[in-house]
């Protein structure tokens, strides 16, 4: 898990971490979202149910969004350069 350093503390991961190995993670989390397989899966039951829901609304509700069928999200997403300032 992430390279390694899975269950590491934040000190053990920054001492383990180049700044390119956490570009490449940002890039990655970019891309493909979270690195939490339950968020994950989350936030695909979520498309589905939005999916589902929008289908079967009426002209007058608004449309539904994911983010309505998910009880929590527990990853925010931030840009990369706020995750490198909070790296130093």
Not at 6 to 29: M, P, Q
Not at 53 to 82: C, H, M, W
């Amino acid at each position: 898990m992430l390279n390694g350093i899975g269950g590491a503390t934040i000190a053990e991961a920054k001492e383990c971490l180049s700044t390119r190995e956490v570009s490449l993670w940002a890039a990655y989390r970019g891309r493909h979202g979270g690195l939490n397989p339950m968020a994950r899966a989350d936030w695909n039951t979520g498309v589905l149910a939005s999916l589902f829901a929008n289908s079967k609304r009426g002209k007058a509700t608004p449309p539904f969004k994911v983010t309505d069928f998910i009880r929590y999200q527990d990853e925010q997403p931030i840009s990369l350069d706020e995750a490198m300032a909070s790296w130093g």
